[in-house]
T-cell receptor, first 115, second 111 residues
Framework: EAGVAQSPRYKIIEKRQSVAFWCNPI?????LYWYQQILGQGPKLLIQ????????DSQLPKDRFSAERLKGVDSTLKIQPAKLEDSAVYLC?????????????FGPGTRLLVL | QQQVKQSPQSLIVQKGGISIINCAYE??????FPWYQQFPGKGPALLIA?????SEKKEGRFTISFNKSAKQFSLHIMDSQPGDSATYFC??????????FGAGTILRVKS
């Protein structure tokens, strides 16, 4: 079974530029998550999709971050414009639906450095 | 607001020793408590998980101890090996499968 795919793996940009990250979840997983992991901290949920609808985006800085999941499969996360404090690893995860299907499977992440 | 507090930040254990990582939470609505293991350059991977109706769960060398009244849970790694050197995160699940993570513990097992 293929895992969660993410690209690019690394990205370096100047502040105020825009950047986009792509995620392809495990086949059949209806729920998709984007996390931000700042160095030395645990992952923080930014947004959660179920199929192509948003379940939770309470911690997404909506003035600069946006995400979409067209057709309920792939997803993109965009930052525009980027700030220095956005430097982090952006992790995508996916899971099945159901009370006993809580396991979230993470991709390798995209490491973003904002200069 | 840190909903899940994890300690210690880092831990050095001799090969063959026991590694113990502790977590505490406040929100009694949490209903699932996983531990994730993360190697450098990789995403976190589920190691072991427990529900609050169980006080202990063991899988191989890994054991979760859960104290519902104290709102604490811990990970014990028996016979720790150099290959266990990684960052460990505790987490707690609230509504809608939303995970709240602790800050992580960097474990180094010395051979």
């Amino acid at each position: 079974e293929a895992g969660v795919a993410q690209s690019p793996r690394y990205k370096i940009i100047e502040k105020r530029q825009s950047v986009a990250f792509w995620c392809n979840p495990i086949s059949g997983h209806a729920t998709l998550y984007w996390y931000q992991q700042i160095l030395g901290q645990g992952p923080k949920l930014l947004i959660q999709f179920q199929n192509n609808g948003v379940v939770d985006d309470s911690q997404l800085p909506k003035d600069r971050f946006s995400a979409e999941r067209l057709k309920g499969v792939d997803s993109t996360l965009k930052i525009q414009p980027a700030k220095l404090e956005d430097s982090a690893v952006y992790l995508c995860a996916s899971s099945l639906i159901g009370r006993t299907q809580e396991t979230q499977y993470f991709g390798p992440g995209t490491r973003l450095l904002v200069l | 607001q840190q909903q899940v507090k994890q300690s210690p930040q880092s831990l050095i254990v001799q090969k063959g020793g026991i590694s113990i990582i502790n977590c505490a939470y406040e929100n009694t609505a949490f209903d699932y408590f996983p531990w994730y293991q993360q190697f450098p350059g990789k995403g976190p991977a589920l190691l072991i998980a427990i529900r609050p109706d169980v006080s202990e769960k063991k899988e191989g060398r890994f054991t979760i101890s859960f104290n519902k009244s104290a709102k604490q849970f811990s990970l014990h790694i028996m016979d720790s090996q150099p290959g266990d050197s990684a960052t460990y995160f505790c987490a707690a699940k609230e509504y809608g499968n939303k995970l709240v993570f602790g800050a992580g513990t960097i474990l180094r097992v010395k051979s």
